[in-house]
Every structure is written in structure tokens, then in C-alpha cells.
């Protein structure tokens, strides 16, 4: 029983970090060219705007399997340097789950060169309300236990993201703060701690000028209550033809952390590492993405992957507005 207990709160550990923080997880939906979910000043970088609606699920063959749905728009208001955006989202996790919205704020400074060069630094901030949901109605206990109430528990609460980012030709670099204000639930009992900030940085290059493009990129968390790290490393491949661009790629994330499991005979460790291929059309001004992420490591809770689907439209740009090879803001 202590075997099968350990090996259990390992993959809760690793395997699904979303349980533990408040927000839109981070998972790979910004690679489907929808970075504003992740970065607030993203908000209106090119000209016109972008509406992207994300579905992910998990596990097919899990009851109660987290399942997650975003939608978002954002648009730049004219020739002006100011972007707004708001985001809408819903988050379930067995008995647990969120919903909530934001409203975006990003202003953009040119920083130089003529109508044609991109070179801006943006800035942005997200203000929403977040609800938190925990359903014990259902659950059962041998022992009585004085913290499970056997109710709906739901709590509310005001929330901010802050984000910079810097965008240069070809290369791009983003910085934010989640949950920049650090309040939290206080859903599961008085001790749990508010402290939900989480930080994020990324940067990337596009290569090549012709038909076809290169993007490496990489992306950094940091949680600052558990003191999580975790890496993703990308590279996409973007082939131009006459209806628009088909892409791909593939993004690898790793933990810096481990967590500790026990098995018939030994101990062991393992840290959370997802291969996550995705492939995507743009046909005139839509958008198609879909990726699939699959956990490595003798430590899981099923052998199905993680499966997203990512729907986009963009509007209000004629023509490309800046002379490189930069899909997030050209579209």
C-alpha cells in the first residue's frame, strides 16, 4: 500500500502541475501563435487583431480528466501604440476547477527605423476575477476528517499579470509575472499559502528569408512558492504557400525539479519531461493548430497523451505591416 501510495503522489508531483496554481496554465497553446495568453503585453503587436479558442484533454480513457478551454481576442486600435485584449477560460481537474476573465492594457513604443522596421518594446497588464470551485460532496472517508466539509467550497478573488516584451526584425524576447499580486484561494484549508506568483521569460529567432523559416525558441517558468523550474525548448519549421503557411514543430519541457518514488525493491526519481509535437495551417485569415504531448518516465497515470486543439482568425491587417519573417505580429 505505501508502494502504491508513493507512486501515486509522484505523478501528482510531477505529472499535472496545473493542480496546484491559479490562472491559465502554461502548456504549448503559445506556440499556435497565441503568445498573448501567456504575455500580456502581447496584446495587439501587429496591426488589426486575433481571436484564438483553445480545447485541451487529457487522458481520454480518466474519468474526471483535466480538461481546460480558453478564448481570447486582441486588437490594435488603429495607427495608435495602444493594444487591448481580454481572455475568458475554464479549468477542471477531477473536483477541482476555475474559470475566469481578464482585460488587457499593452502599450507599444517604436524605438527607431522607418514604418517598415520592426523595432518596439511593449508593455502590458492583465486585471481579472478568478473563481475557484472544490466539490466534496462526494467524498467518502473511513476515518473522519475535520478539513473535508462534504460541500461545494468556492472562493473569488482580483488578480494581475504584468508584461514586457521586445520585438527587433526577426528576433523577439517576453518577460511576465502571473498572479503579480500574489493572492490566492484559501480554498483547501487556512494554512494553504496565496502565494501564486509565477514568472516567465522566452526569446526566439526566426531564420530564413524565402519560402521557408526556421524558429528556434525557449521558454523559462519559475513558481516562486515551491520554487518549480521548468524549461521548454522549441524549433518550428514555417513552409509559405499560395493559401497562406503550413508549419510545425516539436517542443521538449523539462523539470528542473524531481520527485522521489519507491518500487519493490528500490528508490528512485524523475522529473517531469513532455515531448509535445504540433503541426498548424493558416488558410487566408484562420488559423488551425493541433499538438499532442506525451510524458516520459516510468511514472505515469495513464499512457494516453495530452491532446489540444487551437482555432484562430485574424482581421484588420490588408497587407504584412513590417518587412522580416516575424509570424506573431505580421500574422
Not at 507512486?7 to 503568445?35: H, K, R, T
Request: proline share 2%.
Amino acid at each position: 500500500m505505501k508502494q502504491h501510495l508513493l507512486i501515486l503522489l509522484s505523478f501528482f508531483a510531477m505529472g499535472y502541475q496545473s493542480a496546484a496554481q491559479e490562472g491559465v496554465p502554461v502548456y504549448f497553446d503559445y506556440l499556435a501563435d497565441n503568445y498573448y495568453l501567456v504575455y500580456p503585453s502581447m496584446a495587439g503587436i501587429g496591426e488589426g487583431g486575433k481571436i484564438r479558442a483553445t480545447i485541451r484533454k487529457q487522458w481520454f480513457s480518466v474519468d474526471e480528466a483535466p480538461n481546460m478551454q480558453t478564448l481570447n481576442a486582441h486588437f490594435r486600435v488603429g495607427e495608435s501604440s495602444s493594444g487591448f485584449g481580454a481572455t475568458v477560460f475554464n479549468d477542471a481537474n477531477g473536483y477541482h476547477s476555475q474559470t475566469g476573465f481578464k482585460l488587457t492594457y499593452a502599450h507599444h513604443l517604436r524605438l527607431g527605423g522607418d514604418f517598415r522596421s520592426l523595432n518596439q518594446l511593449s508593455f502590458g497588464l492583465s486585471a481579472g476575477i478568478q473563481q475557484s470551485n472544490l466539490d466534496e460532496s462526494e467524498f467518502v472517508s473511513v476515518i473522519p476528517d475535520p478539513i473535508i466539509t462534504g460541500s461545494r467550497n468556492s472562493v473569488g478573488y482580483f488578480n494581475m499579470d504584468l508584461g514586457m516584451s521586445y520585438n527587433f526584425m526577426e528576433f523577439y524576447a517576453h518577460a511576465a509575472v502571473h498572479n503579480l499580486m500574489g493572492r490566492g484561494r484559501d480554498l483547501y484549508s487556512a494554512i494553504e499559502s496565496n502565494n501564486l506568483r509565477k514568472y516567465l521569460i522566452s526569446s526566439g529567432y526566426v531564420f530564413g528569408k524565402s519560402e521557408w523559416q526556421v524558429e528556434p525558441s525557449v521558454l523559462f517558468q519559475f513558481t516562486e512558492f515551491t520554487q518549480e523550474k521548468a524549461i521548454d525548448i522549441n524549433a518550428k519549421v514555417y513552409k509559405s504557400v499560395d493559401f497562406g503557411t503550413v508549419w510545425g514543430g516539436i517542443s521538449y519541457r523539462r523539470s528542473f525539479d524531481g520527485a522521489q518514488y519507491q518500487t519493490a525493491s528500490d528508490f528512485g526519481e524523475q522529473r517531469l519531461q513532455l515531448f509535445t509535437p504540433i503541426v498548424g495551417v493558416n488558410y487566408k485569415n484562420f488559423l488551425v493548430s493541433y499538438n499532442y504531448s506525451y510524458q516520459m518516465g516510468d511514472v505515469r497515470f495513464d499512457n494516453g497523451g495530452f491532446h489540444q486543439i487551437t482555432l484562430g482568425y485574424d482581421f484588420g491587417q490588408t497587407e504584412k505591416r513590417y518587412d522580416c519573417k516575424c509570424p506573431a505580429v505580421n500574422y
